[in-house]
């Protein structure tokens, strides 16, 4: 796989190809970020990014895990004492997980957010930028309480983060979109070059695959399910054995096959007793999505697998948790 489909692949934006294109072709030094809320557990929607930050330290970037104590004070989240916190638990989930302790920086938004330099570039931003545009790039991200002040200064300051974490790209998921964009149009306006952004998609609920998988609703995958929890919640699935032809019709558990199975598994094998016809084994995504669509690989065999290749990516996490937990 050359540079650009491993920057590239699985995402569901790239702005601009051109200038990832760029990325790609000198990767050397290159610096990458995500920010993430502190929360206490990560989920799976969580590390559909942290996949993609390990796609792009195999590109040979830097990668700056942003974790948003500030943010997730000004979107309502806890006491900042709380927050802080559980900071120090999400990095090591990440850790766990898989991202590489000498190719990742972890940053508290506290660190710089608070200083003098900062706070007065905010201001600009905050001259420069009407409130209606603030909101819109916010709608998403904070789920429809009724909006505060802080919701808009929000947005200003993580567009600003991209510029003070000195990054060359922004990564996220798709409901940061907006903030990305508000970013590559009012950074110029401070004197600050505008960056690249790649946007991973939003995994739907396990349970009808509507929406997205959430900490707060639905079924959720999370760090701290027990292989058996886990078991039963990928049995419970909603696993459609065809695609909609319209392409609305979100299969959970091939996005799950899709967005964590193959990024980190180079053959995925789904075991099956002879008299069903053994086991089946794939190279890639597309081979397996078309065997169950084709009626050759059942559903409940799929997610028999799907939960034990999940199981192994989670388990290391899961052991941290239980760790620092007795701490
Ligand atoms: N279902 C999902 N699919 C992909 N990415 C997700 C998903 N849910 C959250 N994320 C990503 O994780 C980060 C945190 O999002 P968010 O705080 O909304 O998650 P959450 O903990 O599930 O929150 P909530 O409980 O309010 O829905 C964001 O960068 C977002 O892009
Ligand atoms: N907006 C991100 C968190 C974040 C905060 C600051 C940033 O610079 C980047 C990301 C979220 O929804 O979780």
């Not at 989930?93 to 506290?110: C, H, K, M, N, R």
């Not at 739907?204 to 039963?232: A, F, P, Q, R």
Request: charged letters at 30%; aromatic letters at 6%.
């Amino acid at each position: 796989m050359d540079t650009y489909e491993l920057l590239t692949r699985n995402a569901a934006e790239v702005v601009t190809e051109e200038e990832v294109e760029a990325l790609a072709d000198d990767p050397d030094g290159k610096r990458a970020y995500v920010g993430y809320e502190p929360s206490g557990v990560l989920h799976l929607g969580h590390l559909l990014t942290a996949n993609k930050l390990i796609d792009l330290q195999d590109a040979g970037l830097e990668v700056v895990v942003l974790l948003a104590d500030v943010h997730a004070y000004l979107n309502g989240k806890g006491s900042f004492e709380e927050i802080r916190d559980t900071a120090e638990q999400m990095k090591e989930q990440f850790l766990a997980y898989g991202l590489d302790d000498d190719q990742t920086e972890f940053v508290l938004g506290s660190d710089y957010q608070l200083d003098d330099d900062y706070e007065l570039d905010l201001h600009e931003l905050e001259l420069a930028t009407s409130l209606n545009r603030a909101q819109r790039a916010m709608a998403e991200i904070q789920g429809g309480e009724t909006a505060k002040v802080s919701h808009v200064v929000y947005p200003l300051m993580q567009a600003l983060d991209i510029e003070y974490l000195d990054v060359d790209v922004a990564v996220g998921g798709m409901d940061q979109r907006k903030v990305h964009m508000l970013a590559r149009e009012e950074l110029p306006s401070l004197g600050y070059e505008k960056r690249p952004a790649i946007h991973t998609p939003i995994v739907g609920d396990l349970g009808t695959g509507e929406g997205k998988m959430s900490s707060s609703e639905g079924i959720t995958i999370s760090m701290e399910d027990s292989t058996e929890d886990l078991e039963e919640k990928v049995n419970s699935a909603f696993c459609p054995p065809t695609r909609d032809p319209e392409g609305d019709l979100v299969n959970p558990v091939l996005e799950l096959f899709q967005y964590h199975v193959f990024p980190r598994f180079e053959e995925v094998v789904v075991e099956r007793p002879d008299e069903y016809g053994g086991n089946l084994e794939y190279d890639d995504y597309e081979a397996l999505a078309a065997d169950l669509e084709a009626g050759e690989l059942h559903p409940a065999d799929a997610k028999g697998a799907l939960a034990d290749y999940l199981d192994e990516l989670i388990a290391p996490g899961r052991q941290r948790l239980r760790e620092l937990r007795s701490e």
